[in-house]
C-alpha cells in the first residue's frame, strides 16, 4: 500500500476500493460450479472481536461463502453468495464442522441432502480438555502434576521415551489420571482402526469402557459423543475431516497478522476472497 502510495499518488482507501472492485467483478461472475463437499469453520478478525464464517469447497479447495459473525446467520449469509455465483444448495452432500449448535442449526436448515459430519480432531480436542480438567484437579492436591500439562495432551507416539517413562510412573500413581490418559491413547486407535474397517463397533465399545471407569468427565464425554451420533456416525461413512478448513483458517490468519486486523469486515472479505477464493483474474482481463 505504501509503494502505490509513492509511485501512484494514490492513498490506501483508494487503493482498496480498486482491489475491492476487481474481486467482486470476477467473484460474481465466475459461477462456483457444482459443490458438493463443504467445510464450515470460524476466523476472527482480531483477537477477542468480530468473526467471521468461512464455507470452503473440499474438493475445489478455495473459499465459496462467508459470512459475518458465527451465528445461523452467519451460515446462511455464506450460503447465499454460493446461491448467487450459481451454486446448487440441494446438491451439497456433506459439510465437515465442528460442534457449534450455531452451524448445525444452519446446515440442518438450509442444506436439505447435506450430511454433517463432525470432525474427528475436533473430537480429540474435546477429549483433551476433559483430560486436561482431571489434571487440574488432581494438581490442586498433588504438586507433582504441575508442568504435565502438554505431556498428557500430546499423542503417546510423539512423546520421547523420557517423557514416556514418566507419563507410565505419574499415571500408576494417580489412577483416575492414568485411566483418562490411557482411554485417550485408546480413543485415537480407536478411531483410526475404525475408520480403516469402516465399522462402529469399536467406537461403540470404548464408549462403553470410558463409561464404566466411573470417571465423570470421561461420562461426560461419551454422553456428548451420543448426542452428536448423526455427525459422528457419518465421518466412518465418508471418513471426511474439516483439516481443509483448517488449513484455510492458518492461511487467513496470515492475512489478518500482515494487516493487523480488520476493522472493515467488508474489506477482510474481500482479502480472503482475493488470495483464497480461487479467482481466475488474467481469464477475466485478458
Request: charged share 30%; no cysteine.
Amino acid at each position: 500500500m505504501l509503494l502505490s502510495r509513492i509511485i501512484l499518488g494514490l492513498d490506501n482507501k483508494r487503493v482498496f476500493r480498486i482491489i475491492k472492485r476487481q474481486v467482486n467483478e470476477v467473484l460474481f461472475s465466475e459461477p462456483v460450479g457444482s459443490v458438493t463437499h463443504i467445510g464450515i469453520d470460524e476466523t476472527s478478525s482480531k483477537k477477542g472481536h468480530e468473526y467471521l464464517t468461512i464455507v470452503t469447497d473440499r474438493v475445489q479447495q478455495k473459499v465459496v461463502g462467508i459470512g459475518i459473525g458465527r451465528d445461523a446467520e452467519s451460515v446462511n449469509e455464506a450460503f447465499q453468495e454460493i446461491e448467487i455465483r450459481e451454486g446448487n444448495l440441494a446438491k451439497i452432500k456433506t459439510a465437515t464442522m465442528d460442534m457449534w449448535r450455531a452451524y448445525i442449526l444452519g446446515v440442518s436448515t438450509h442444506l436439505s441432502k447435506a450430511n454433517i459430519i463432525f470432525d474427528r480432531f475436533h473430537l480429540a480436542s474435546n477429549l483433551n480438555k476433559k483430560i486436561d480438567a482431571i489434571r487440574k484437579a488432581e494438581q490442586k492436591e498433588f504438586a507433582e502434576l504441575k508442568g504435565t500439562k502438554y505431556a498428557w495432551l500430546k499423542n503417546g507416539e510423539n512423546l520421547t521415551e523420557e517423557v514416556r517413562k514418566t507419563i507410565k510412573i505419574l499415571s500408576n500413581k494417580y489412577k483416575k489420571l492414568g485411566e483418562a490418559y490411557r482411554l485417550k491413547e485408546l480413543f485415537r486407535e480407536v478411531m483410526d482402526y475404525a475408520s480403516v474397517e469402516n465399522r462402529l463397533y469399536w467406537l461403540n465399545s470404548w464408549m462403553k469402557e470410558a463409561w464404566n471407569s466411573g470417571i465423570k468427565q470421561m461420562q461426560e464425554f461419551v454422553r456428548m459423543l451420543k448426542e452428536h451420533w448423526y455427525g459422528i456416525k457419518n465421518y466412518f461413512t465418508y471418513r471426511a475431516t474439516n483439516a481443509f478448513a483448517e488449513r484455510v483458517n492458518l492461511k487467513i490468519q496470515e492475512i489478518k497478522r500482515v494487516a493487523k486486523g480488520y476493522r472493515n469486515l467488508e474489506n477482510y472479505k474481500t482479502m480472503i476472497y482475493l488470495q483464497l477464493g480461487g479467482l481466475n483474474f488474467k481469464t477475466h482481463y485478458k
